[in-house]
């Protein structure tokens, strides 16, 4: 549970006290206060089509014809599983972001871990020391009024398609760049995914969030995976068991 105590603006420093598991701590920072509820613009997901290795190609054909075959294909939507970037970070329900000097914290209302951002001048962990993850292991510096996130350290769990075309690998590389736009009212974030074994070149599009009102909140994101009557209206079936 993280507590923000004061009021924070976008242009100016700001202090403000976090408790932080039970840890209190005071901090001054003069990068821009990305905290709040953001929600995707209506259209944002149209973006434009990566240029595929063969390997990408072949994995995005048989999905498709999973798909058409009626198989589930999102298997961690099915069975309540962390779903993981990009899929929080790119549909409807919001994202809260709760911003400290030294780290930044992404809560998806979906079915999924928090994402940390540390932004205290850290490496990624050593190759032998990275724990593979749905959201991977993320650092952020400011670029001006530019916040850059550089991600390791996925898996293959969770939601791994991405937009455009290709997915989530062990080997991909995201980089984001956050930046406020009209007085703080909207966040623009650049995606730039990397990977050999998916992309030819570098896939990178743009997202464009609005900032709820303050009196916005999050809600509950309730999944059984017991209760078949949540899959009633999908034309999709378990794939036979061999």
């Given at each position: 549970m993280v507590q923000l105590h004061g009021?924070?603006?976008?242009?100016?420093?700001?202090?403000?006290?976090?408790?932080?598991?039970?840890?209190?701590?005071?901090?001054?920072?003069?990068?821009?206060?990305?905290?709040?509820?953001?929600?995707l613009k209506e259209g944002s997901r149209h973006v434009g089509r990566a240029s595929l290795t063969p390997q990408g190609r072949a994995e995005e054909k048989q999905a498709a014809d999973d798909r058409a075959a009626g198989h589930v294909i999102t298997r961690a939507s099915r069975w309540c599983q962390n779903l993981g970037v990009p899929f929080i970070m790119g549909q409807s329900p919001p994202i809260d972001i709760v911003q400290t000097d030294d780290e930044i914290g992404i809560f998806s209302e979906q079915h999924s871990d928090a994402r940390h951002i540390y932004t205290d001048g850290r490496a990624h962990p050593a190759s032998g020391e990275l724990q593979?993850?749905?959201?991977?292991?993320?650092?952020?510096?400011?670029?001006?009024?530019?916040?850059?996130?550089?991600?390791?350290?996925?898996?293959?769990?969770?939601?791994?398609?991405?937009?455009?075309?290709?997915?989530?690998?062990?080997?991909?590389?995201?980089?984001?760049?956050?930046?406020?736009?009209?007085?703080?009212?909207?966040?623009?974030?650049?995606?730039?995914?990397?990977?050999p074994r998916e992309f030819v070149q570098p896939h990178t599009y743009d997202f464009l969030f609005y900032k709820m009102p303050a009196d916005a909140y999050v809600y509950e994101d309730f999944c059984d995976p017991s209760d078949p009557t949540q899959w009633e209206n999908h034309s999709t079936k378990d794939p036979v068991q061999k």
């Open positions: 009021a924070a603006s976008v242009a100016t420093a700001v202090v403000f006290s976090v408790t932080l598991l039970g840890q209190e701590s005071h901090r001054v920072t003069t990068a821009p206060d990305l905290s709040g509820l953001w929600e593979a993850s749905t959201n991977g292991h993320s650092i952020g510096h400011w670029e001006g009024d530019t916040l850059v996130v550089d991600t390791i350290g996925f898996n293959d769990y969770g939601n791994v398609n991405i937009l455009g075309g290709g997915n989530r690998t062990s080997s991909s590389h995201l980089v984001e760049r956050f930046r406020l736009l009209d007085g703080g009212k909207q966040l623009s974030v650049t995606f730039t995914w990397d990977d």
